[in-house]
């Protein structure tokens, strides 16, 4: 098996600095960092990828089986770390790939120095107290709607995601990411990311971590990243200046301000 090209890994940056890996979210790709790499690679060996079905990976390489949880995407962290002997390695997870970040790390904390859950969500419905932000009959309705009608579930939900409303070109970019995801997989991550619950999870990450999450999220409502701070012992948390799910094209001065100064040993 090639991890490079299956994942579509690409290493740039600083070959002799810190490992920094940036993970992308649901109907994203690689380029959704493209406004943050420029400030690490001086200082940073940046490596990003794909997960697979989404960008340039290998779409043969997508199995239903294995990534029906979010363990299998965790495997294939864990691999690209083995096979470009990646140590000390700052994990940058967006959204659904901040807990793929996690279990990555319970699993084998080897591998890592330190993560950054930017807008985390260990779990998005709603469950007595916890407000994952989602009830039950509103998460089948999303994925009804993206299994009947995918291009236009994009096109619906992007803006909402983005939550910038006076800057378009934001929801425009994050739609045609989803629209360049093939419909069957895209479909299948999705029931992946929000209906699983990584709760459990956050209490056993012993790698220092930084919750980044934003003032005003329609996707991760800010209790949820007070909840991810409070279960992961030691964890910082830092509350962007931004609203919307996706501070790297919102907010990307603040998100990489963020990411560079707990990555260069403060405090994010």
Same mark, same amino acid.
């Given at each position: 098996?090639?991890?490079? =090209? =299956?994942? /579509?890994?690409?290493?740039?940056? /600083? ?7 940036? !993970? ?44 029906? =949880? ?65 009830? =039950? ?26 939550? /910038? ?9 994050? *739609? ?10 895209? !479909? ?9 619950? /990584? ?43 931004? *609203? ?25």
């Amino acid at each position: 098996m090639d991890v490079g =090209r =299956r994942n /579509n890994v690409v290493i740039t940056g /600083n070959p002799a600095g810190p490992v920094v890996m940036l !993970a992308h979210g649901f109907g994203c790709d690689q380029n959704m960092w493209r406004l943050i790499t420029p400030g690490l690679v001086n200082d940073f060996r940046v490596v990003l990828f794909d997960h697979v079905g989404a960008g340039k990976s290998q779409l043969s390489a997508w199995q239903p089986d294995r990534y029906a =949880r979010l363990d299998g995407y965790a495997e294939d962290v864990l691999q690209i770390c083995a096979e470009f002997d990646l140590s000390e390695v700052v994990f940058v997870g967006h959204s659904v790939a901040s807990m793929i970040g996690v279990l990555a790390a319970v699993r084998d904390p080897a591998p890592f120095a330190k993560l950054v859950l930017l807008a985390p969500s260990p779990c998005y419905l709603d469950d007595g107290d916890y407000r994952g932000g989602f009830s =039950r009959a509103d998460i089948d309705e999303l994925l009804a709607s993206l299994d009947s009608n995918y291009l236009g579930w994009s096109a619906q939900m992007a803006p909402v995601i983005m939550g /910038n409303p006076e800057r378009p070109e934001l929801g425009d970019e994050l *739609t045609n990411s989803f629209c360049r995801t093939d419909p069957r997989i895209a !479909a299948a991550f999705a029931r992946t990311t929000f209906l699983s619950d /990584n709760r459990s999870d956050l209490a056993r990450v012993g790698v220092p971590t930084l919750v980044l999450d934003c003032r005003q999220d329609a996707i991760a409502p800010p209790g949820v990243g007070t909840f991810v701070h409070e279960q992961i012992a030691g964890s910082i948390r830092h509350t962007l200046p931004a *609203t919307g799910h996706c501070p790297q094209l919102s907010a990307p001065e603040a998100t990489l301000e963020a990411i560079v100064s707990f990555a260069a040993g403060g405090s994010g």
